[in-house]
């Protein structure tokens, strides 16, 4: 089946890296293993619709429109994309999402971060391997 990624994720089986607004094909076991992890939902199914009920725009004009509409909501969205070695965290002060740079944070607010998150994290843990295991905790 196809599923929309709503976070970025890297998989832990194939080792590969998904990015919101990606389409991928997944078995439902799968979907139902990385939807239940305490980090929350990674996926949700994508509604095929067949080919006869598509609905074609008659006015270029508005259907131009609506492209740059769409890629407009596309920018906004990369905006709060994490950049690699960060999370989308929400201000607690403003209830707005801002990007957490994890390389920048001590080793011990990692451990409450992963903590919060519902990871199994090690004291003895190496700073990089806490700052993996939060980004790729699925």
């Not at 194939?14 to 239940?36: C, G, H, K, Q, W």
């Not at 965290?89 to 903590?115: G, H």
């Amino acid at each position: 089946m196809k599923y929309k990624v709503l976070r970025r994720f890297k998989d832990k089986y194939t080792n590969a890296t998904y990015f919101p607004n990606d389409i991928v094909e997944l078995p439902e076991e799968r979907v139902e293993e990385m939807n239940s992890t305490p980090l929350g939902i990674f996926v949700e199914l994508v509604e095929e619709v067949p080919v006869d009920e598509v609905v074609v725009e008659e006015d270029e004009e508005e259907a131009v429109e609506d492209v740059i509409d769409d890629s407009d909501s596309i920018a906004e969205e990369d905006e709060e994309a994490p950049v690699d070695g960060g999370v989308v965290e929400e201000d607690e002060e403003t209830s707005e999402n801002k990007v957490v740079d994890l390389t920048k944070l001590k080793k011990e607010d990692l451990i409450e971060l992963a903590k919060e998150k519902g990871l199994a994290v090690d004291e003895g843990m190496k700073k990089a391997d806490i700052i993996a295991l939060i980004t790729e905790g699925i």
